[in-house]
């Protein structure tokens, strides 16, 4: 596309390389005689092995090494919040934490960021979570051996500032850029409108690449704080033109579980453009995290009105 340059290596970003079984394992093999049960002996080296799958909220899914290689392959990702069960209890806001698996037929689900929140307490408490600081940390997990946050590799940074805004005044906006040299990928705006929200997608050149706008009168939007809300789906389009005619792709929040409405979380399905780069992928990604806080957030007290 005119006025867009990928990027193939962003950063420098080496990705992790895919382990496989040591020379010297082991395995246990039945004894000549009876009696004595097992004994180890050693076997051939092998190649690399498939990732396991594993399992998280009810999705099986495997690690990919190299993020950006998925993105050009992925259709879709799935977005999933974690249930945050302290915060209900304490009535405490506290950090948020999401979880984005892409979808990529034949292969199935494959798990791509864990996103965590980087934001004060005092704002998590006092500020509308849309018009507070939202700042995501998006970390690419390579394998079940870094689920920790202190061995995940930060891989984007999302940062919203805090704006008071007022109608058409200090508009949000979000600025996303890789971690590593910190080159800019892109931006989300969400620029003013009478009733349907909108949100501009602009790359790295300033150029607008996407549109995204929803019905305002979906019960999912108008009745998102309450129980009517949480059971009800809430689509938003994703445009080329300006004029917003024809979809070519969506961000659908879906129909919360139970410990989805027990707890606030929510999930996202993003369907991309059959022709958007990982680029922009990656954009529509934390598009639809920017539409969670911008509507579907709520302090744990249930009362967002500050």
């Known amino acids: 596309m005119e006025g867009y340059s990928s990027v193939p290596n962003p950063g420098g970003y080496n990705p992790p390389k895919e382990s496989g079984f040591s020379s010297h394992a082991l395995r246990r093999e039945a004894t000549p005689y009876p009696g004595q049960g097992f004994t180890n002996q050693p076997v051939p080296p ?8 594993a399992n ?75 018009s507070r600081e939202f700042i995501m940390d ?6 079940a051996g870094c689920m ?22 200090e508009r949000p906006e979000m600025t996303v850029s890789f971690n590593q040299g910190n080159q800019l990928i892109g931006k989300v705006k969400q620029p003013f409108t009478c009733c349907d929200p909108v949100f501009t ?33 809430a689509l938003f389009n994703i ?16 129909v919360a579980s139970f410990s989805e409405i027990v707890t606030n979380a929510d999930s996202y399905q993003i369907n991309f453009p059959a022709d958007a780069a990982p680029n922009e992928k990656l954009l529509l990604i934390v598009a639809g995290l920017m539409i969670d806080y911008q509507f579907f957030e709520e302090k744990a007290n249930n009362n967002d009105s500050n």
């Open 46 to 53: 092998v190649g690399p092995v498939a990732p396991m799958p």
């Open 239 to 254: 445009y080329k033109d300006i004029g917003m005619t024809q979809p070519v792709g969506s961000i659908i929040k879906k």
């Open 201 to 233: 997608i602009y790359d790295n050149s300033g150029v607008v690449r996407f549109y995204i706008s929803a019905d305002c009168c979906q019960c999912g939007i108008l009745c998102s704080k309450n129980c009517c809300g949480k059971i009800s789906e």
């Open 148 to 169: 920790n946050d202190n061995f995940q590799k930060s891989f984007v940074h999302a940062n919203k500032p805090f704006k008071c805004t007022c109608f058409c005044l």
């Open 138 to 143: 998006i970390k690419h997990v390579a394998n």
């Open 56 to 130: 998280f909220a009810g999705i099986t899914y495997v690690y990919v090494p190299d993020p950006m290689a998925e993105l050009a392959i992925s259709t879709g990702v799935l977005i999933r919040q974690q249930p945050q069960i302290l915060e209900q209890i304490t009535g405490c806001e506290s950090q948020n934490r999401y979880y984005v698996f892409s979808q990529s037929p034949p292969a199935g689900m494959k798990s791509l960021f864990k996103c965590k929140e980087q934001r004060e307490c005092y704002q998590r408490t006092f500020c509308s979570s849309s």
